[in-house]
């Protein structure tokens, strides 16, 4: 970059003309002159004014009186004003008795009914093999004595999914047949994918205090927006040329929707259903923080007291509910696709006899006198595997001859990545990170997202949480460059070999599956609590979307073009560097910005299990009821989010989308 | 496939100066110095595309008129101006004597209904639903009880060859069967008009020839009224009573097959026309000559409506030129020479019937 600002600044004029000649042929540079240009400009006042350490004092506004001061109104008027008692008290309250009333289902279903129901539904929609997975998976969860918590969450996720489904598909009927409201709905369903679940919490806590209702709304925010999407896009995508005969043949707007639109959209409604499903249930987990219940809270209460064996207890009915779900509708749209299941006429002696036999079975367990799993059948993992994780701490911690320990890796982390990066980035002028921001996003980008960037970096500044937001960053970035290594390299050799690949999917498959929140155990049973096992779960959570879009990335490259570099003698190692590498450059990026916004989820969430920063903010706004303090670390998330997003998402995939 | 009464009856179709620009501000295009421009400057210009130009003509009952023109000289967009699927710009357009573009909702829906049923080149069907769903669809939209229309249905899919499909879903088809389902889609509704929209474009040569038989056998036994849009020649030439030649929007030259090779309107037709087998178009009624002394008694008689093929092989059996006999009267006669120069595309005279 100096070298080309001298260039130009030389009133040579034939090193002017080469330079000019550079910078048109190199676009990135002349956007990175015209920013060393305008810095030189700005920086020599901005710093003469307000100094270049930290996010000077001066341009920050506290918030957090009159955030105080309004949430000290919420509570005074909660019971009193028109709007909470007509408005949020109804919604409050219409919430929790629905929760309640599907939860009064189940129980009175017993396990027995819950078993048969889920079993027989996993059956008719996706067939024998996810039927027996899910009565095998049922029975662990009663078996691991998790049945009751089990339920609460289902009655949550039936809720939640039930009202983002209808929510997001209101909202995806509005997008799909205006395109005004598609294109002002567009880019804020894009950004909500991209933000933390963490981030959600807190506005719900403000207006609806603790409890399963504002758990219920916030999983709904978080969970309605794919399905939203999807649908707007499979409407909008439905072939032209049938629309066309569907009018043709005198079709009224109405007919049209319900016999063509939405029937040709239905494999993306369906994806939808899945995503939301998929997305509810990490919300539902997560929101035990503000007092969801049910498995979460397990796990939460187990992981605040670092009790690996209980947290595993209920982190293993997590899994199993999110494979079990996950396959059902997954299949579910798969046979869509295949139109071998002649539906009507077979239809309702089906759903009646599944009705049948699932009432059978709830009275049969009324009869035995066993409504909830019984207590004999249970195996009480905590204390072996407690003791198993006492065996790691005592063997694998420290003193491995060799390799160190565990604690030891951990510990070097800290030491020597996490806590020079945190130093370095706290120690930059607050206005070069700005800048550093802004050339990032511009590069890669339009100066529009660059702007976007650099004013949700800024915000960050003004509310006051510039250093513990580096702090955050700073994981954020160890905990990426180890997810790149690893998922690059993975996804190459997976590319590469059809053995590894055809190992790795089932394995890629349960990862993608489990929610955030789980990946929390094995890191603290390894670890220990503290920022490297934040990191730890972050990369474990964000390698298998990264080894998975880099592998499809480098198998889509135009076989052509492979062939032709074959043709030339090229070798393995050349094919790879030369032809493929670049060729999958624009999925190698995906997978980057992928790995940021999967890495910033677990790392804020990682608050919880001492990894400190923004997300502990959230925690303890949360535990002490100090919602101002948690409200402003979780806008410190957003901006993070949407600034981590702009600046590793291309132009050309801005577009595309 | 001449219909004798085609002339006498009122048109189907009557369309006078039909235009349909697409673009910003297109109304203002029609009539105005702009329209002359060339396609590139009045895009250039206003950014407009004109896809038809000030077309006028009549469809007959019962015939199958057929537009014909290169890719993107405005076919489809001519086609769908008639049932409004495209908005014209300008001009008229009457079904029968009722305006079409002054037609509302209502009415518009119900001569899609039942009046103008259409056909796709790339078919449009329903992908979830059975052959027999699909081909009942038009019907369902009317709003026909279930029974009576898949009774309906089953007579059409047996109508185009396809009994025994009746549950297939159309991913499980072949292109042609495909577009038999489509075919009997739009006619299930009965219809007066059929509308294609080049049916056969995406189908390989034999089944295209195929599909061809069938709609001729169609038209032979119903009698339908068709619309037939097609960029291969000839394809024109086997279905058409009249071809109209499209060209940058415009109809060029609107006539039977007979005056299209035999007398183009202009230097694009004539090479459009250029390699056709002219003996198996023109007729001797084109092709003869005045009889002169004695020639309008001997000699093999032909009707003036014998193709120059069937007529050289009678000259060649008879070593003579033959007469043309209509009504015991004998309109003239054709001989090797007034023959062969059909053949070479040698203008010749045209002889008064
Ligand atoms: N929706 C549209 N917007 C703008 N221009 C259009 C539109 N539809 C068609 N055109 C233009 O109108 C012209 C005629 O198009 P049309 O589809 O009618 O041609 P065609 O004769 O059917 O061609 P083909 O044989 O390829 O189907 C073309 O120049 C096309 O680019
Ligand atoms: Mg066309």
Redesign the pocket.
């Known amino acids: 970059m100096s070298a080309v600002t001298t260039a130009v600044a030389k009133p040579d004029a034939g090193a002017v003309h080469t330079a000019r000649q550079l910078l048109v042929r190199h676009r990135g540079l002349a956007k990175l002159v015209l920013l060393a240009v305008v810095a030189a400009v700005v920086v020599p006042m901005v710093n003469s004014r307000w100094g270049s350490g930290s996010w000077p004092h001066a341009l920050t506004v506290d918030p957090s009186g009159s955030l105080g001061k309004a949430s000290n109104w919420i509570i005074d008027n909660r019971d009193s004003s028109p709007v909470f008692l007509y408005f949020f008290g109804y919604v409050s309250y219409g919430v929790g008795y629905a929760v309640r009333a599907v939860y009064l289902v189940l129980l009175a279903l017993g396990w027995t009914g819950v078993t048969a129901a889920a079993t027989l539904l996993a059956w008719r929609f996706a067939g024998l093999r996810v039927a027996v997975t899910a009565l095998v998976s049922l029975a662990l969860c009663g078996a691991l004595g998790m049945w009751v918590p089990t339920m609460q969450t289902l009655a949550l996720m039936v809720v939640a999914v039930l009202a983002s489904v209808v929510v997001g598909a209101l909202l995806g009927l509005a997008g799909g047949l205006s395109d005004r409201m598609f294109r002002a709905l567009r880019p804020v369903l894009d950004t909500m994918q991209v933000l933390p679940a963490f981030a959600y919490l807190l506005p719900f806590v403000w207006i609806f205090g603790i409890g399963v209702p504002p758990a219920v709304l916030a999983t709904v925010v978080y969970a309605a927006p794919p399905m939203a999407r999807l649908t707007a896009l499979g409407l909008r995508g439905a072939d032209a040329g049938v629309l066309e005969a569907v009018t043709s043949l005198g079709a009224t707007g109405r007919q049209r929707l319900l016999t063509a639109r939405l029937p040709l959209a239905r494999k993306q409604l369906l994806l939808g259903v899945n995503q939301t499903i998929m997305m509810a249930l990490s919300m539902a987990v997560i929101a035990s923080v503000i007092g969801a219940g049910g498995l979460g809270d397990r796990v939460y209460q187990a992981l605040s007291t670092v009790d690996v064996g209980n947290a595993l207890a209920a982190g293993i009915p997590i899994v199993l509910l999110a494979v079990v779900l996950d396959r059902t509708t997954a299949a579910a749209g798969a046979r869509l696709g295949s139109a071998t299941v002649e539906r009507s006429g077979r239809g309702w002696p089906v759903w009646a006899g599944i009705a049948a036999l699932t009432a059978a079975l709830a009275l049969i367990g009324r009869l035995l006198n066993s409504a909830s799993w019984p207590g004999g059948w249970t195996v009480s993992i905590a204390a072996p595997v407690n003791s198993v994780v006492g065996w790691i701490t005592g063997h694998l911690n420290s003193g491995v001859p060799v390799i160190g320990g565990t604690a030891d890796w951990a510990a070097g982390f800290t030491t020597w990545v996490l806590d020079p990066l945190r130093g370095g980035l706290q120690g930059l002028p607050w206005w070069s990170v700005l800048l550093i921001v802004g050339a990032l996003a511009w590069l890669i980008s339009t100066w529009r997202t660059a702007l976007t960037a650099v004013l949700a970096m800024a915000a960050i500044g003004v509310l006051g949480v510039w250093s513990v937001s580096l702090d955050t960053l700073s994981q954020v970035l160890a905990a990426l460059a180890v997810t790149l290594v690893v998922g690059i390299a993975v996804g190459i050799v997976a590319a590469r070999s059809r053995r590894v690949e055809a190992l790795l999917r089932p394995v890629l498959d349960v990862f993608q599956t489990m929610p955030q929140f789980v990946y929390l155990i094995p890191v603290v049973a390894l670890f220990g609590a503290g920022r490297a096992a934040g990191a730890a779960a972050a990369v474990a959570y964000a390698v298998p979307a990264v080894v998975r879009i880099t592998t499809q990335g480098l198998q889509q490259v135009d076989p052509g073009a492979m062939e032709a570099a074959r043709s030339l003698g090229a070798t393995g190692r050349q094919q790879l560097r030369q032809v493929q590498l670049p060729l999958a450059r624009p999925a190698l990026l995906l997978a980057v910005n992928q790995g940021v916004v999967l890495v910033l989820a677990v790392v804020v969430i990682a608050g919880m299990i001492g990894g400190g920063a923004l997300g502990y903010n959230v925690v303890f706004g949360l535990a002490q009821g100090d919602l101002a303090t948690g409200l402003i670390g979780g806008t410190a998330i957003v901006c993070l989010g949407l600034m981590l997003d702009r600046v590793t998402q291309p132009a050309a995939a801005t577009k595309e989308r | 496939m001449t219909n004798a009464d085609s002339t006498t009856s009122a048109p189907v179709f009557s369309v006078r100066n039909l235009w349909k620009v697409f673009g910003p501000k297109a109304d203002r295009i029609p009539g105005s110095p702009e329209a002359d421009l060339s396609a590139e400057e009045l895009r250039a210009r206003t950014g407009c595309t004109v896809a038809v130009r000030d077309v006028s003509f009549d469809v007959r009952k019962g015939e199958v008129f057929v537009v014909m023109g290169l890719s993107g000289s405005g076919?489809?967009t001519l086609v769908r101006c008639l049932t409004r699927l495209i908005e014209p710009t300008a001009g008229e357009i009457a079904i029968e004597g009722e305006d079409v573009r002054g037609m509302d909702r209502a009415q518009l829906r119900d001569l899609r209904r039942h009046r103008a049923a259409m056909v796709f080149?790339h078919f449009g069907l329903l992908p979830h639903r059975t052959v027999l769903d699909n081909v009942a669809y038009g019907l369902e939209i009317q709003g026909t009880g279930k029974a009576e229309r898949r009774a309906r249905a089953a007579e059409m899919v047996e109508k185009v060859g396809l009994a025994g499909l009746e549950g297939r879903r159309p991913g499980q088809l072949s292109g042609g069967q495909q577009q038999r389902v489509g075919l009997a889609r739009a006619l299930a509704v009965d219809p007066e008009v059929l509308l294609f929209?080049?049916p056969f474009s995406a189908l390989d040569p034999l089944i295209r020839r195929d599909m061809q038989e069938e709609v001729i056998r169609l038209h032979r036994e119903e009698g339908r009224t068709m619309v037939f849009?097609t960029h291969d020649l000839s394809e024109a030439l086997r279905l058409g009573d009249r071809i109209a030649l499209m060209r940058d929007g415009r109809i060029v030259q609107c006539g039977s097959p007979e005056e299209i090779v035999g007398s183009p309107a202009d230097e694009y037709v004539r090479d459009f026309v250029r390699d056709v087998p002219r003996e198996q178009v023109l007729t001797v009624r084109r092709a003869m000559r005045p009889a002169v002394a004695g020639e309008a008694q001997g000699g093999p008689a032909l009707s003036p409506a014998t193709l120059v093929s069937e007529a050289i092989e009678a000259v060649a059996r008879s070593g003579g030129p033959a007469r043309v006999v209509e009504g015991g009267r004998c309109l003239g006669v054709v001989d090797h020479q007034r023959l062969l120069a059909v053949v070479a595309g040698i203008e010749t005279e045209k002889v008064a019937a």
């Open positions: 076919k489809s080149q929209d080049e849009i």
